[in-house]
């Protein structure tokens, strides 16, 4: 009875088991120690590539960004690349295209100021996005429309193009920044 437990527990489990050819990918085997087991993962066969690129590509400046909100920022570390593959993917599942920037910039301080910008092939795309934003009130004094909190973010069209403006000013977060964010908006539309 034993064996016919085993040999059925075996059975549903190779029965789990397709043959996907190519698909798969055979997991790695390491060789085991008899004396002690380990409970460490296996390495990885091979190591990532390391990528330190810029995603903003041009958009707005350092310079740009303080002249425009006064804030001693200066560009982030990292791999804006990356970050920014993120937004070309949430408007691909809208079953839209879009070339994506962004450029993030802050100080030891705590300002923080990002800019994205999004570039459609034509205006229709841009509105398409556009009527799916909410939450923010129609504000004037950059692109064709424009939405903000007037505090954090500016959310901008011109065009073919959007540009959204978050900006965190550490001495006083709540503020009304309006203002700021319309310069940093403009500065990104020119290039956008």
């Given at each position: 009875?034993k064996r016919l ?7 549903l ?33 091979s190591?990532?590539?390391v ?8 958009l ?10 006064g ?8 791999d804006?690349?990356?970050a920014v593959?993120q937004y ?7 079953g ?12 030891g301080?705590g300002?923080?100021?990002?800019v994205?910008a999004?570039?459609?092939p034509?205006?229709a ?37 959007i540009v ?13 920044h ?5 310069s ?5 539309l020119?290039?956008?």
């Open positions: 009875m437990a085993t040999a059925l527990a075996a059975a489990l190779l029965a789990g088991c397709t043959d996907d050819g190519e698909r798969r990918t055979p997991m790695p085997v390491a060789p085991t120690d008899a004396g002690q087991a380990s409970a460490l993962p296996l390495p990885s066969p190591l990532p590539p990528v330190n690129s810029d995603g903003c590509q041009g707005v400046t350092a310079a740009q960004v303080q002249k425009a909100t804030l001693p920022v200066q560009a982030s570390a990292g804006g690349a990356a593959a070309g993917q949430a408007v691909q599942s809208l839209l295209n879009a070339r994506a920037r962004m450029c993030p910039f802050g100080n301080a300002d923080q100021v990002t994205v999004l570039t459609f034509d205006a795309q841009s509105q398409k996005l556009w009527t799916t934003i909410k939450s923010l009130e129609a504000v004037g004094g950059v692109g064709e429309a424009a939405l903000s909190d007037k505090s954090k973010t500016l959310l901008a069209r011109r065009g073919k193009a959204a403006v978050y900006l965190v000013a550490s001495a006083a977060p709540d503020a009304n309006l203002g700021q964010l319309q940093v908006a403009n500065t990104a020119a290039k956008a």
